[in-house]
Nanobody, 132 residues
Framework: QVQLLESGGGSVQAGGSLRLSCAAS????????MAWFRQAPGKEREGVAA???????YYTDSVKGRFTISRDGAKNTVYLQMNSLKPEDTAVYYC??????????????????????????WGQGTQVTVSS
């Protein structure tokens, strides 16, 4: 059984930092794409960052320059380093993994798209709250 276990959420003041972790278990092969999504109250789930198993990354515009996604293949774990946090980053953050995600071209590289319906494995979510 595939499981994604997130950790690292919490409360922080604006301008602060948090690091989210997502450990995957139950995979016989590493998922091609892993990603972080978030969902704020009353809003749709949106992709934040995605990473291919070769390390290529893709970010939504609102987090570029502030968030960094990384992947430890040996541990089958993906991280999301979040710096310069803003109140609008407040949401439940979800880790997701997928083998048949639609790829996109960004800056000349092939990256994982962030359509939620394309990811077949999801974590339980971790709350991130940023106060002003």
């Amino acid at each position: 059984q595939v499981q994604l276990l997130e950790s690292g959420g919490g409360s922080v003041q604006a301008g602060g930092s948090l690091r989210l972790s997502c450990a995957a278990s139950g995979y016989t092969d590493r998922a091609k794409c892993m990603a972080w999504f978030r969902q704020a109250p009353g809003k749709e789930r949106e992709g934040v960052a995605a990473i291919v198993n070769d390390g290529t990354t893709y970010y939504t515009d609102s987090v570029k320059g502030r968030f960094t996604i990384s992947r430890d293949g040996a541990k089958n774990t993906v991280y999301l380093q979040m710096n310069s946090l803003k109140p609008e980053d407040t949401a439940v953050y979800y880790c997701a993994a997928g083998d048949r995600v639609k790829m996109v071209v960004t800056n000349g590289a092939i990256a994982c798209g962030m359509g939620p319906h394309e990811y077949n494995y999801w974590g339980q979510g971790t709350q991130v709250t940023v106060s002003s």
